[in-house]
């Protein structure tokens, strides 16, 4: 017998173990980039900002037209074959952009009021048809400049989207369209989808290799090789036969699926359950073993 101070021990190990996590953190960790805001944003890139609040006024956002489960925009799904599973679905989180990201965040901020009350009053014709105009003079300015747009009749267009951005850059917008959810709402699908209509948010991920064709769905923000057993699915979007496809999303749930099925019935289907004795590598990973026998 001897004298065993199990404290003493715990203590070195656990000293030992943190300055280690502590250290490789330091050196080869993933950054704590900070979340990007519609504050960051409306901050960084207001004209990408103002042009995405008009193509969400005009309802030519990639939002507005995504289909279930945001809208019911005819045509807008994937299918393959006669399964449509976006549709089975439904319409479960409904998203109307020009009220939703747009005039009902001013609502609640209590801004541009008169031309709020203006784009209440036209039709929908006329609604769409000034965003439209106004995102048509956007793309046309030097840099897409709200202060260099030619003269046109785009109605309270400029105003509404000024205002937007000019709140988004206090801080306001964020929490207006939070608060659409209710007062304890941590659903930020709005925000998300809005950050994504623009070319800002896409831009950041494009330069940390977080893209499909990055290999992004199985990468962390500037660490390599993230979530490697992911590596699977991000595969099948790198063959430009299936990644081109318009919708190859669901055509890579249906192979991963089938690649389940067959993982999950490996050792009823003739030929793979076959396989181990075929290609006895276990014999050699267990050497040992069967020598002694």
């Given at each position: 017998?001897?004298?065993?101070?199990?404290?003493?021990?715990?203590?070195?190990?656990?000293?030992?173990?943190?300055?280690?996590?502590l250290?490789?953190?330091?050196?080869?960790?993933?950054?704590?980039?900070?979340?990007?805001?519609?504050?960051?944003?409306?901050?960084?890139?207001?004209?990408?900002f103002?042009?995405?609040?008009?193509?969400?006024?005009?309802?030519t956002?990639?939002?507005a037209?995504?289909g279930p489960?945001?809208t019911?925009?005819?045509?807008a799904?994937?299918?393959?074959?006669?399964?449509?599973?976006?549709?089975?679905?439904g319409?479960?989180?409904p998203?109307d952009?020009?009220k939703?990201l747009?005039?009902?965040p001013?609502?609640?901020?209590g801004?541009?009021?008169?031309?709020?009350?203006?784009?209440?009053?036209a039709?929908?014709?006329q609604?769409?048809d000034?965003?439209?105009?106004y995102?048509?003079?956007?793309a046309k300015?030097?840099?897409?400049d709200?202060?260099?747009?030619?003269?046109?009749d785009y109605?309270?267009v400029?105003?509404?989207?000024a205002?937007?951005?000019?709140?988004?850059?206090?801080?306001?917008?964020?929490g207006?369209?939070?608060q659409?959810g209710?007062?304890?709402?941590?659903?930020?699908?709005?925000?998300i989808?809005f950050?994504?209509?623009?070319q800002?948010?896409?831009?950041?991920?494009?330069?940390?290799?977080?893209?499909?064709?990055?290999?992004?769905?199985?990468?962390?923000?500037?660490?390599?090789?993230?979530?490697?057993?992911?590596?699977?699915?991000?595969f099948?979007?790198?063959?430009?036969?299936?990644?081109?496809?318009?919708?190859?999303?669901?055509?890579?749930?249906?192979l991963?699926?089938?690649?389940t099925l067959?993982?999950a019935?490996?050792s009823?289907?003739?030929?793979l359950?076959?396989?181990?004795?075929?290609?006895?590598?276990?014999?050699?990973?267990?050497?040992?073993?069967?020598?002694?026998?």
């Open positions: 017998m001897r004298e065993y101070d199990l404290f003493k021990e715990l203590a070195i190990g656990v000293g030992v173990v943190g300055v280690l996590v250290a490789l953190a330091a050196i080869v960790g993933s950054p704590d980039d900070k979340t990007i805001t519609l504050k960051t944003w409306a901050t960084a890139a207001p004209a990408d103002i042009a995405t609040a008009t193509g969400e006024l005009a309802g956002t990639d939002t037209g995504y489960p945001y019911t925009t005819a045509g799904t994937q299918t393959l074959g006669p399964i449509d599973l976006q549709s089975m679905s319409t479960r989180l998203i952009t020009a939703d747009v005039i009902t001013l609502t609640t901020l801004a541009a009021a008169d031309a709020r009350a203006t784009w209440a009053a039709s929908d014709t609604r769409t000034w965003a439209t105009a995102g048509e003079a956007l300015a030097p840099k897409g709200p202060a260099k747009v030619a003269a046109g109605g309270p400029p105003e509404l989207t205002t937007l951005q000019a709140e988004a850059v206090t801080g306001g917008v964020d207006a369209i939070q659409e209710g007062v304890f709402n941590f659903d930020y699908t709005r925000t989808l950050l994504g209509d623009g800002y948010f896409p831009g950041l991920a494009a330069g940390m290799h977080l893209t499909g064709d990055q290999w992004g769905m199985m990468n962390e923000t500037g660490n390599y090789p993230g979530q490697s057993w992911l590596w699977l699915f991000s099948w979007y790198q063959l430009p036969v299936i990644g081109d496809l318009p919708n190859a999303d669901l055509v890579v749930v249906g991963m699926g089938l690649l067959a993982l019935l490996v009823v289907i003739p030929g359950r076959d396989l181990p004795r075929l290609i006895p590598l276990h014999r050699l990973v267990w050497r040992s073993y069967y020598r002694q026998r």
